[in-house]
């Protein structure tokens, strides 16, 4: 899937390669033991350019995942 992002500094395009929403814990039975354990939010993107013209930095970089993360959540939400 591959879209451009708004952040407050650019515009970037960007493509997600792998993106896995997690799960909650399952309790399978009464004991202590008896659970699936809960899964992790997974999500690897590509910055493929960006308007900005400089590599970006780690907290402009976070701003795209975060941004990723919510259109992700939410596809619905987001006006391709």
């Known amino acids: 899937m591959r879209f451009d992002v708004e952040v407050d ?3 970037v395009t960007v493509e997600v390669l792998h993106y896995t ?4 814990m399952i ?3 009464m004991g202590m033991g008896d659970c699936i354990e809960p899964e992790d939010e997974e999500l690897e993107v590509e910055i493929l350019s960006h308007n900005g013209g ?3 930095l780690d907290q402009e970089i976070d701003a795209v995942y975060d941004k990723v993360l919510d259109i992700m959540r939410q596809p619905e939400d987001y006006d391709a």
């Open 9 to 11: 500094f650019a515009t």
């Open 54 to 56: 400089a590599d970006l």
């Open 27 to 29: 309790q399978t039975g």
């Open 21 to 24: 929403p997690g799960a909650d």
